[in-house]
């Protein structure tokens, strides 16, 4: 491969709409009286990964990776330790956690999330409408009987008739719960949307009706979607991309079939192996990962996963793996020092 052949997006892009850049969300310990800081849980640990328009980028890994804490530095519900979340303002790119207060709150406007609990997340002492009503109201928009047309459309648009706009929470079903969590997260015209498990607490028959209803609303409303789960078959059927996250870090991230196909990272093909497989002809040898997860707050010295990896050579437990593009797909990266990478010097900045 000729030098600086490999191109990584940057703010040029125009497909880009978020830029995360060296990102970091550490944690405080305290301890004694004083509440001395004795070290940091590195929930989110030096993370990069952009997201183009209209794509679903999913975010997967064992419980405690720190999947949720990077969604919630997206939408700034965290405020991150360091690192940047460049997002695109019409031709300007420019870093959420620069910005002025006045720019800071058009910008959540942009970004909204859908969390996993659809029973706390609804003020169970408000109505429907009242819980559509505010935010549209502290951003400004329209006028009264522009806002109620909305929420009656918006209703529509995740199948409940405009009505149940005067009905409280307790009235509804959890699938019901989480239709109107989505249709309210979309109230202010959001760009991106942060999905933090959005069907996991509901039962499997009404799933696949959310996550249908999901891909519909992304095509019609151009949205880019965040998605967060641990379940690797949701995240297949939903993303275009999928990362997969170990302790604060991003192991290895592809295009979907790329990844379920081809996963070059131990930690990835440990996951798919305890994918269940139909057809008992194709069922592969499911791969058990020894061990616990390393505390986020004394990560492995090495690869993160060492302690784990059953492929572990010497230099793993010495030397970190550069997250870096592979050899055959630009678009595919991984970090790990068996996998065939482009070398560092061949990266265009
Ligand atoms: Fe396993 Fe080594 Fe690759 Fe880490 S760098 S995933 S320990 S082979």
Redesign the pocket.
């Known amino acids: 491969m000729n030098e600086k052949q490999v191109k990584l997006p940057n703010e040029h892009d125009k497909d880009v709409l978020l830029n995360i850049k060296d990102l970091k969300k550490y944690f405080p310990i305290t301890a004694g009286f004083f509440k001395k800081t004795v070290g940091h849980i590195r929930a989110v640990d030096d993370i990069s990964l952009y997201v183009k328009r209209g794509e679903t980028v999913g975010l997967v890994g064992e419980s405690g990776c720190g999947k949720t804490t990077l969604g919630k530095c997206i939408v700034r519900l965290q405020q991150p330790t360091a690192g940047a979340l460049e997002y695109r303002f019409g031709e300007k790119f420019s870093d959420m956690l620069q910005l002025s207060k006045k720019e800071k709150f058009a910008a959540h406007r942009k970004i909204q999330m859908v969390f996993q609990d659809p029973y706390s997340s609804l003020n169970p002492v408000k109505n429907i409408f009242t819980a559509f009503d505010e935010p549209m109201r502290v951003h400004g928009m329209k006028n009264p009987e522009e806002r109620k047309e909305k929420i009656a459309h918006l209703l529509e648009s995740v199948n409940l008739p405009a009505d149940y706009m005067y009905r409280y929470p307790h009235e509804f079903s959890g699938g019901q719960r989480q239709r109107i969590c989505i249709a309210r997260a979309l109230c202010v015209d959001p760009e991106l949307v942060v999905c933090d498990e959005p069907v996991s607490a509901l039962d499997v028959s009404i799933q696949a009706q959310v996550l249908n209803l999901m891909k519909d609303l992304q095509d019609k409303l151009n949205l880019t979607y965040v998605f967060i789960a641990h379940d690797l078959s949701v995240v297949e059927y939903m993303s275009d991309r999928i990362a997969v996250m170990y302790l604060g870090k991003i192991m290895e991230i592809a295009k979907s079939k790329s990844l379920y196909y081809d996963a070059r ?3 990835t093909e440990a996951l798919l192996s305890a994918i269940p497989i139909p057809r008992i002809e194709e069922k592969k040898g499911r791969i058990i990962l020894e061990g616990d997860v390393p505390s986020p707050a004394n990560p492995p010295k090495g ?1 993160r ?2 302690t784990r ?1 059953r ?3 010497d230099i ?1 437990t010495k030397e970190e ?1 550069k997250f870096l593009p592979t050899k055959d797909d630009p678009e595919h990266f991984v970090a ?3 996998a065939e990478t482009v070398d560092p010097s061949e990266l265009e900045s």
Request: glycine fraction near 0%.
């Open positions: 990272h131990p930690y690869c996963f060492h990896c492929k572990c050579i793993c793996p790990c020092h068996l």
